[in-house]
């Protein structure tokens, strides 16, 4: 049984947990009996612990960020109960595998980095070898965390299958907004403070990407299969590579002229230049996301985000002359902010005009350069690591997560307040006339509801 522990609070967006299909797919076309678990439209955990017991799986796999540790927690103890061998994989025991074990004394093994060999392998061995043997795996011993070799990256990532997405259970609340998610690449060249060196410790300081030709046979599949036309690849900067990206926009234009498909994707700002901005409008792109976190220039420099402010500007404007939709990423909170800089990302995003923002709060995430820093300095103002949810309306503490004599916490959420409710007029009638043209598509009205619904909930966060 693999588990994905995320709460229904906790859902920043309507997409399915896409890492977790790829390893039931990949598993179930090896020979195992597999089921999956979704938590993400539960309020707690007591009806997966409940499955848990009635199954009763030989081995029990869970995906833990770090704001997943309460619940992963419960449901480890629920897997120990029912006798499972217990496996925690993704990004935080990836990071942090000693104080993981440590902190979670129902789990045996740890998959560290990408688990679609590693897990396979573990499996094979866990009753009739030495699991210490299998690279990429942490488990407990009687010194403490005992670690295998390490395991390479996948170096070619068309081996990995097309997702069965109807072994989640979950599947058909996910295709009621219309939409589904897809990964063409992996890893991120950027340096970032808030993300990196994590990302790099998950997947490699090399981006590896699918094959154009990978791609657009997933994409035509998926829509064929699903019947779902739009399509969000998550992928941190699709637009990395431009040689890459010059053979997909191709590819997928073709795909999109067939199937009346449109894509969204991440960029940034620093590389999207008149070429990139033409290709992805080409590819059949519609929504072009970009972190352009603060209006400050000192802020956007403390955290190593490699971006200027006059960056953003272009590549909005860009956007704006092509037809492109934008959507903004906002951070808010920094160590370096200031009532001064609160004001100047107010101002640039009611500059920018996005159709559409999320505001987080700057979190101090295990593994990351930021967190190192305020280590060292001592601006942590908490040490529980579940709270470091950068989606939640308030930290439990009603307090900045990261100490600031510049500014205080109530400064920081009056101003994301701001920002959201002077968009909501503009907002609403720059988008009445999509929001027509969504209706008519097949599914428009269910997929209007069910975004409706996620942006009422999340409208402390999502505007």
Not at 43 to 60: F, K, Y
Not at 180 to 197: I, K, S
Not at 217 to 229: D, F, Q, R
């Amino acid at each position: 049984m693999l588990i994905y522990p995320r709460l229904s609070h906790q859902i920043h967006g309507l997409w399915a947990p896409l890492g977790m299909m790829i390893l039931g797919t990949l598993l179930e076309d090896r020979g195992f009996n597999v089921v999956i678990e979704d938590a993400s439209f539960d309020s707690e955990t007591s009806r997966v612990e409940a499955r848990i017991a009635q199954e009763r799986p030989a081995v029990v796999g869970v995906t833990l960020l770090t704001e997943f540790l309460p619940a992963a927690r419960k449901i480890l103890r629920a897997a120990k109960k029912a006798q499972a061998i217990t496996i925690l994989g993704g990004p935080h025991p990836t990071i942090l595998p000693e104080e993981t074990l440590a902190r979670m004394p129902d789990a045996d093994y740890i998959v560290i980095g990408e688990g679609e060999e590693t897990l396979p392998e573990l499996l094979d061995v866990i009753n009739n070898g030495n699991p210490w043997d299998v690279p990429g795996v942490a488990a407990r011993g009687d010194g403490g965390c005992i670690f295998g070799p390490p395991r390479a990256v996948i170096s070619d990532l068309d081996i990995l299958p097309i997702p069965r997405r109807e072994m989640l259970p979950t599947h058909s609340r996910y295709l009621g907004i219309g939409a589904l998610n897809l990964h063409a690449l992996r890893g991120c060249p950027f340096r970032c403070a808030f993300c990196q060196p994590t990302l790099n410790t998950l997947f490699g300081k090399k981006i590896r990407a699918k094959s154009p030709e990978a791609v657009a046979e997933e994409v035509e599949w998926t829509v064929g299969k699903y019947g779902m036309k739009e399509l969000f690849f998550v992928d941190d900067v699709f637009t990395v590579s431009k040689p890459w990206l010059r053979q997909v926009s191709g590819l997928l234009g073709k795909v999109r002229a067939d199937k009346e498909a449109r894509y969204v994707i991440n960029s940034r700002v620093d590389i999207f230049d008149e070429e990139i901005a033409q290709l992805v409008t080409d590819m059949g792109a519609w929504i072009v996301l970009f972190g352009i976190e603060s209006g400050s220039q000192e802020v956007l420099d403390y955290l190593d985000k490699g971006t200027t402010v006059d960056q953003s500007r272009h590549a909005f404007s860009l956007c704006r002359r092509l037809g492109l939709k934008t959507h903004a990423y906002v951070l808010l909170g920094s160590p370096v902010e200031t009532p001064e800089s609160l004001e100047a990302t107010e101002s640039l995003v009611a500059e920018l005009a996005p159709d559409s923002v999320h505001i987080s709060v700057c979190m101090p995430l295990p593994g990351t350069t930021l967190r190192q820093r305020m280590e060292q300095e001592g601006r942590l103002n908490w040490a529980e690591l579940e709270d470091l949810d950068y989606y939640t309306p308030r930290t439990q503490r009603n307090e900045l997560p990261i100490s600031n004599p510049s500014v205080t916490y109530e400064q920081v959420i009056n101003t994301r307040e701001k920002i959201l409710s002077s968009r909501k007029t503009r907002l609403f009638l720059r988008n009445a006339r999509a929001l027509a043209a969504d209706l008519v598509r097949p599914g428009g009205f269910a997929k209007a509801a069910t975004r409706y619904r996620y942006y009422r909930r999340m409208r402390h966060y999502f505007g």
